[in-house]
């Protein structure tokens, strides 16, 4: 679930977004930032830190994003450094992701497979998932080995795990309740 903070700041920046009509934009903004934080550690960090001040946050935040973002997400982060959120800025971006995708009639689904689809494989499994919610999948595919075999759909809050691994653990357990004498 998430937080009233991150629903209010996802909210306002749909808002604004779709004010200024530039939905596609600032998804485009998002998607490449919450890209980075995931694979700079050091970024991601350095947002998260509350023991540097805002003025350096947004010193660095225009040196490295001030000609590469649209200027209303730009202010955006800005603002949310103004007031202490940065912290959220991932939770707030996939928000607004969201938040533009279920304008769209969209949604995002993570699926996690045991061994790499095929396109074939991927499409038919797409297409169950967009009849299941009625909505148009748009599907981010990832290979977890762990799973052993089968695999696990994540659908908003939602999780159907079809893996193996579950299904061992399931009986495991089901036998540990069994007393025998």
Known sequence: MLSKAIRRYSLA???AAN???KLDAVADDSKNLIGLLKSSRDLKLFFQSPVIRSDKKIQVLESLFKKKISPLSFDFIKLLIQNKRENLLAEILNGYIDLKNDAEG???TDI???????????????????????KKSIPEFSVDKSLVGGFTIKVKDVVVDASIKRQLENL???FKDINIK
């Not at 045991?114 to 009849?131: F, P, R």
């Open 19 to 21: 004010s200024a009509k």
């Open 112 to 134: 996690k497979t045991a061994v790499e689809l095929d396109e074939k494989a991927k499409k038919k499994l797409a297409e169950s998932i967009n009849a299941f919610t009625g």
């Open 13 to 15: 920046l749909y808002q």
């Open 172 to 174: 495991r357990n089901k």
């Open 106 to 108: 969209k949604i995002r």
